[in-house]
Structure formats: C-alpha cells, structure tokens
C-alpha cells in the first residue's frame, strides 16, 4: 500500500538528515507538507528532486500512472508548501509547469538524475507535470 511504502520513507528520512536506502539509494529526496486540497489537512510525500539554480525541481509523475498524484491536486488549491531537504525545512511557493520547452527542459534534469523518469512518460498519454519550489 502506498501510505504504508511513503510512511517508512518519510520515518526514515527523518531519522537520517534526509537520507533513505531501497530504491532511492544515493538520490536526493524531499519532503512535501501540502494543505488537503478537500480536507485541509496536512498531507506529506516523499519526493525526488532536481536543482535548479535556487529552484527545487519535483515531477507529478505518480509513476507514469494515468492521473496526477493527490499532492499536485493539493498544490494547485494550495500553492504554499513546506519542504523539508536534508536537516531543513523551509516555507516555499509551489508553481507548476505543466508544458512547453521549460517543462521539458525541467523534466530533462530529473531523467538526467533518475532515468525512471523517462519510463514514467513512456506509461502515460498525459504530459506529467513538473513543479517548482522557490523559498518564501
């Protein structure tokens, strides 16, 4: 089950300053606190992550599946995040790039990173969205 798989990650990035073993050895990973888009609850996701510059780069990629993850539903209603990065946490400002040579040059970083991505495009008719962290 999904929450069970994201609950272990989550436990144990934050018992290792951000760091997770498994499949997600050696990638850098992140922790994104978003507002219920329904519930207003507090909702956390272990993601993957690229840089660029001062951005964080993350993907709505729910692994090539054919709709966007909850989280993305969360930050579209509620664009005010928290993210936790190694032994930090940080308020930032989520905006999604959802097409276009930007969205593809973002998408690119991350396949770079983890060439799963480029798998999850391959599952999906639709364009996964990409989402930027900038600090508040």
Request: no cysteine; glycine share 10%; net charge negative.
């Amino acid at each position: 089950m999904a929450e069970d798989f994201n609950a272990k990650i989550i436990a144990e990035f934050r018992a290792n300053a951000g760091k997770v073993g498994g499949p997600f050895e050696g990638a850098e990973l992140l922790l994104l606190t978003t507002t219920g888009a329904k519930s207003g609850a507090p909702r956390v996701s272990p993601l993957a992550l690229a840089r660029d510059g001062e951005r964080l780069v993350i993907a709505a990629s729910k692994a090539g599946a054919d709709s966007n993850p909850d989280w993305y539903h969360n930050v579209r209603a509620n664009p005010e995040v928290t993210v936790e990065l190694g032994t930090e946490t940080f308020t930032a400002t989520a905006t999604p790039v959802t097409g276009g040579a930007e969205r593809d040059r973002l998408y690119g970083k991350l396949v770079e990173l983890m060439p799963g991505f480029a798998e999850y495009e391959t599952k999906t008719d639709r364009v996964i969205p990409v989402v930027v962290l900038e600090r508040a």
